[in-house]
C-alpha cells in the first residue's frame, strides 16, 4: 500500500493511533535493542500496514526524537520543583523511584546510544545535558539532605558520593540485565536498586 | 574480486593478517558502535578487500566471538590467582587498574551486547558469566581486605558493596563516554574512575 494514498482517519483516531505506534516501538526498541528494529516489524506487530506508520513518522529517526522529547519531559517533572521544601526522607526516596522507572521505560535511549545517534549527533548532546541533570540533581538533594542534618560529610566527599549514587542509579537496571540474561526487571529489583544507593550514602546518615 | 580465488598467504603473513583484521575491528566496533559497522568497513579501513577479509572471517559473528574470547582470557588472566598471596592494597589497586583497561579496550562487548547477542544467545550467557565473575572477584577481594585487617564491616555490608564497587568499576567508561559525548576516553578520566571506586570503600577503611 502506498502510504501516500492512505485516506486521513479522524483526528481523535489519529492521536490514538500515533500514540500507540510510539508505545509499541519503545517497547520493541527497549526489549530487542533499536538496531534491530524497523518500521515494519513495528507495523506488524500493531497489526497495521507500513504505510500507516509512515503515515505518522517517516522514519525511526522521527520516532527516537519524539521518544526522547518525552523522556526529557518525565526527568524534568520529576526533577523540577523547589528543593528547599523537601524536608522528609519519603520525599528523596520518592523522586528516587521514579528515576528508576523513567530510565526503565526509556531504556534504549540509554543504552543504545552509541547506534541511535550516529545520525543525529545533536540528540547525542541533549542526552549528556540529561545526564548531567540527574548528576546534578543528585548533587542538590545531596546538599540538602546535609542542610536537613540527615547526612553528615566533608564538601568534596559529597561530590563523589553523589557521582557514584548517579552511576549506581543510572546502570541500575543495564547491570541487572547484563548480570542475568534475561529480559524483564522485577519489582525486587527495583527495590534492590534503591537498597543499592541506599547502601552507599548509609555511612554518612546521621542515625 | 571472489574470496575463493585469493592465494591463500604464508601462514606467518596469515596470523599477522588476522591479527590486524581483528584489531582494526575491535578498534571500529568500539569507536562507532558494533551495528554501524560491516566486513567491508572494515576491508576499507585496512585498504584490503572485502574477500581478503572473509578469508579469515566469514562473518562479524565469527570476529564477535573471536574478540570474546580474547576479552574471557584477559579476563581470567587478571583475576585468577591465588587471593591468600595478596598482602598490599597496591596488589588490590593493580587489578582494579587492570580491569578498567580491560574493559575498555573490548567496550563494544559490554556496551552493544544487545545489538551484537541477539543472533548468539549462547555468547550472552558467557558474557553474564563473565559479569559475574567480575562481581565474585570484587566480593573475594573485599573478603581478603577484611582478613588483613584493612577493612572493617559487617558481613551483610559487604555484599551491598561488592556490588556497588562493581557497577561502578564496570560502567565507569559508559558513565565517561555519555556524560560529555566523546569518544576517547582519557588516562585522568581512568584514574578519576579508580579513585571514584576507592571513594566506596573509604568509608570502611581502616587507616
Redesign the interface.
Known sequence: MNAHHQTPPARQQRGKTRDLILKTARTLFNE??E??VTLAHIAEHLGISEGNVWYYFHSKRDMILTLFVELEARVERNLTGDLTKIDQMQQFEDILAQSFHDMWDYRFL??????W??DQ?AL??R??VL??RG?CAVESLLERMVQLHLLHMKEG?RS??A??V???T???L??CQ????HHQITQAEMSEGI??VY??V???LLA
Chains 1, 2 share one sequence.
Open positions: 530487542r535493542g538496531a534491530n540509554y543504552r543504545d546510544h552509541v547506534n545517534s550516529m549527533p547525542n548532546e542526552l549528556a545526564t548531567q548528576h566527599d563523589q558520593l557521582t557514584n548517579w552511576i549506581v543510572r546502570y541500575w543495564d547491570h547484563e548480570r542475568a540474561a537498597a543499592q547502601a552507599l548509609q555511612p554518612y
